[in-house]
């Protein structure tokens, strides 16, 4: 189908008239190397698909094997960094709540990966916004690096950016370019003034020829858009605004990168490839790959058959052809002249097990060159399931990159939500000002939350951390919305009963009480190690055995009559003493032997 490529580039039709526009193009000092990553991404090249000779000297086509282990990285850093689990808060609550809806909507946060995967490979992604103002609809599409143009940039980032891609109108294929440009004017972007700005910007090529000079003065951004058929004639497709202001001072795309610094080129704009030093390694984990392969498939068993074996027909001109079992069969072959061992076989044996070695030195060096330790594709440790906690204690090497690239993908999200709520505010969506923006990623996969959220819970409990700021932290809730909800959450925990039960569950964490028999306790008080069940209980008042309680155990360490007391035997106290009336429990300061020690009354 006409416009359908392998691969898109920016066309040079586009490059001529970004140029003529006074833009010098960062792209063609980058291009070289993007489209090196692009192609092992692919698994494509003269490493894989290459000629040999033979003996006889006969010219060969040879394919090597791979498992893409340079897709495999970026995927993997897809996944690490971004899911469904991850999270965008706004100070404003209302902002919050319209943000998760959108996301869920438009299905942002599965797309975003996929930019993160492309963004890893070539060394830049972005995300941009794409505006329907006659529905009122906002999206935010996603490119890659053979697709972003910036055209003003330094060391804090990039302002104004170039995106081009492939669109097809009433069937044909058309090259879209969008300019998000800060303060541009659109009398310079229409098709016919365009075209004459054209004509005199060819024999000039002075920054000062340019259209933008000069052009606008209210700081907004405005989406400039230009379509060109495969002639590189400009056209101008139905519905298609030249120029829309975006009414947001925010810029209205952000670029991702990898923190991974560009050696490359430069004071680029582009970023580098998450695997651009380790080549090397992606070489050797398909070299080593294709040689099991290639070991498995020669090792074979081959059976030689004798010609006594062999029926034959006669063939077209009159002579007699043995006819063999198939010829696509390269385990039987025909003992020319040969009466004797009528069937004889042949079994090589095979090197695997040294080719697995290489292989799994081969991976160990892939991963630890792009950032996921020595041990993550390890083939020898998965035989087990670990833990998060234990997964980030083996592995410190992934958890420190993590951080740093999910530092630098919090600004690209953060940024483009920010101009997101612009736009949207602009085109009459009711939505107040956000304040700060902070994204919450899910690190479960290598880091215990589980574990954090019980010892944040713990601090709430012991009043180290208010129930509101647990809120906050695990719910991208805002401070308002927090104190409210926790509030509300604490004055149902007050009235006990199964109300309280219930409270803890609702985002108040330490308030609410869990009951045993008549015992009332902390739903999430910390246990002391080392004192059999016993619970801290600095912060409350000391609670009551249960009267009641008679040859059973009361579930938190206390008991009546028989029952075990703390490190007690049975039917005596902590100290020894034997308790033959309630037992009364005594709260006594940290680090001291008897924190729960038991007090008996007649």
Same mark, same amino acid.
């Given at each position: 189908m006409q416009g359908l490529d392998d691969e898109y580039w920016v066309p040079e039709h586009v490059r001529v008239w970004l140029r003529s526009l006074g833009f010098s193009l960062p792209l063609e000092d980058m291009e070289p190397h993007i489209r090196a990553w692009d192609r092992w991404m692919r698994a494509l090249g003269d490493f894989y698909d290459y000629r040999d000779t033979d003996g006889v000297g006969r010219v060969y086509e040879v394919h090597r094997r791979s498992i893409h282990p340079a897709m495999r990285?970026?995927?993997?850093?897809?996944?690490?960094?971004l899911n469904d689990r991850t999270q965008v808060a706004c100070d404003a609550q209302e902002c919050t709540d319209w943000l998760a809806a959108w996301m869920a909507r438009t299905g942002f946060l599965a797309s975003a990966q996929e930019c993160v995967v492309r963004a890893f490979g070539l060394g830049t992604g972005a995300w941009a916004l794409w505006v329907d103002a006659g529905a009122g609809e906002v999206r935010v599409r996603r490119y890659?690096?053979?697709?972003?143009?910036?055209? %003003?940039?330094?060391e804090e980032g990039v302002t104004e950016c170039a995106f081009v891609t492939r669109a097809f109108w009433r069937g044909k294929a058309v090259d879209q370019v969008q300019l998000h440009l800060k303060g541009a004017d659109g009398a310079f972007f229409s098709p016919s003034k365009a075209l004459e700005n054209d004509s005199r910007a060819a024999g000039?090529?002075?920054?000062?020829?340019?259209?933008?000079?000069?052009?606008?003065?209210?700081? %907004?951004?405005?989406?400039?858009?230009?379509?060109?058929?495969?002639?590189?004639?400009?056209?101008?497709?139905?519905?298609?605004?030249?120029?829309?202001?975006?009414?947001?001072?925010?810029? %209205?795309?952000?670029?991702?990168?990898?923190?991974?610094?560009?050696? @490359?080129?430069?004071?680029?704009?582009y970023g580098q490839s998450v695997f651009a030093d380790a080549v090397d390694a992606i070489q050797a984990v398909d070299l080593c790959y294709d040689a099991m392969m290639s070991e498995i498939d020669n090792g074979k068993m081959r059976v030689f058959l004798?010609?006594?074996m062999f029926d034959v027909e006669?063939?077209?001109k009159g002579g007699r052809v043995s006819i063999p079992f198939g010829k696509g069969d390269c385990t039987v072959f025909r003992k020319v002249m040969s009466t004797e061992d009528t069937i004889q076989e042949f079994a090589p044996a095979l090197r695997t097990e040294a080719q697995a070695r290489a292989f799994r030195v081969a991976l160990q060096t892939l991963g630890d060159l792009c950032g996921f330790g020595i041990n993550y594709f390890d083939l020898e440790n998965v035989g087990y399931v670990k833990t998060a906690t234990e997964v980030s204690a083996d592995n410190s090497a992934l958890m420190r990159?993590?951080? @740093?690239?999910?530092?630098?993908?919090?600004?690209?999200?953060?940024?483009?939500?920010r101009a997101l709520l612009a736009v949207e505010r602009r085109i009459g969506v009711g939505l107040p000002d956000e304040g700060g923006i902070r994204v919450t990623f899910d690190d479960s996969i290598i880091t215990d939350t589980t574990a954090e959220k019980r010892q944040d819970m713990d601090e709430v409990a012991?009043?180290?951390?208010?129930?509101?700021?647990?809120?906050?932290?695990?719910?991208?809730?805002?401070?308002?919305?927090? @104190?409210?909800?926790?509030?509300?959450?604490?004055?149902?925990?007050? @009235?006990?009963?199964?109300?309280?039960?219930?409270?803890?569950?609702?985002?108040?964490?330490?308030?609410?009480?869990?009951?045993?028999?008549?015992?009332?306790f902390p739903a999430h008080a910390p246990r002391l190690p080392g004192l059999g069940g016993g619970y801290q209980t600095s912060g409350w008042a000391s609670p009551e055995a249960p009267s009641g309680a008679s040859g059973r155990s009361c579930g938190h360490g206390f008991a009546r009559d028989g029952a075990r007391?703390?490190?007690?035997?049975?039917?005596?106290?902590?100290?020894?003493r034997r308790a033959s009336g309630p037992v009364t429990a005594v709260r006594q300061p940290l680090g001291t032997s008897g924190a729960w020690g038991g007090r008996a009354s007649a």
């Open positions: 990285v970026c995927r993997e850093w897809g996944s690490l960094l890659d690096a053979r697709m972003v143009v910036p055209l %003003t940039w330094d000039s090529s002075r920054p000062s020829s340019s259209p933008l000079e000069g052009a606008g003065e209210d700081g %907004t951004y405005r989406i400039v858009t230009a379509c060109f058929d495969r002639d590189g004639n400009r056209v101008e497709p139905e519905g298609v605004c030249p120029v829309y202001d975006t009414g947001s001072v925010w810029p %209205t795309f952000s670029l991702v990168k990898p923190a991974v610094d560009n050696t @490359r080129v430069d004071m680029s704009p004798s010609d006594v006669r063939d077209g990159n993590i951080r @740093r690239h999910e530092h630098a993908l919090e600004g690209a999200i953060a940024g483009i939500c012991a009043g180290l951390m208010e129930p509101w700021e647990y809120r906050a932290k695990w719910y991208g809730e805002d401070e308002v919305a927090a @104190r409210r909800r926790g509030a509300s959450s604490g004055s149902a925990a007050s @009235r006990g009963g199964s109300d309280g039960g219930n409270a803890a569950q609702d985002g108040v964490p330490g308030r609410g009480r869990r009951r045993s028999g008549s015992m009332a007391l703390a490190h007690g035997r049975v039917g005596t106290s902590a100290h020894g």
